[in-house]
């Protein structure tokens, strides 16, 4: 069963910046895909950014430019860092995991086996 654990998350002030982690237990398969989503209380899951294990990445088309996914492939870790941060992005945010997946054409997958526990980010104006 894998295992992802978030941390980074906190408070944070308008035009300040972030950077959460994912720790993950390791995947199985040659190719997998790690995401990061975030949900407001009463709204719609959202996808944020995912990277898949030869570092393609794909985003949400409002937060290009300002979220930036990687993944140390070593340490099994994800990252998103996100910069200029608006009180719209308070949310909480979750990571999630999917073996034998690739970012294919910029599209963000929707759907995955493996969920973290999720992080609190909350931005204040």
Request: charged letters at 20%.
């Amino acid at each position: 069963q894998v295992q992802l654990a978030e941390s980074g998350g906190g408070s944070v002030q308008a035009g300040g910046s972030l950077r959460l982690s994912c720790a993950a237990s390791p995947l199985s398969g040659s190719t997998y895909c790690m995401a990061w989503f975030r949900q407001v209380p009463g709204q719609k899951r959202e996808a944020v950014a995912m990277v898949d294990s030869d570092g393609r990445t794909a985003y949400a088309d409002s937060l290009k430019g300002r979220f930036f996914a990687s993944i140390d492939s070593a340490k099994n870790t994800l990252y998103l860092q996100m910069n200029d941060l608006k009180p719209d992005d308070t949310a909480m945010y979750y990571c999630a995991a999917e073996s034998w997946c690739q970012v294919l054409r910029g599209v963000l997958r929707q759907d995955y086996n493996y969920w973290g526990q999720g992080t609190q980010v909350t931005v204040s104006s």
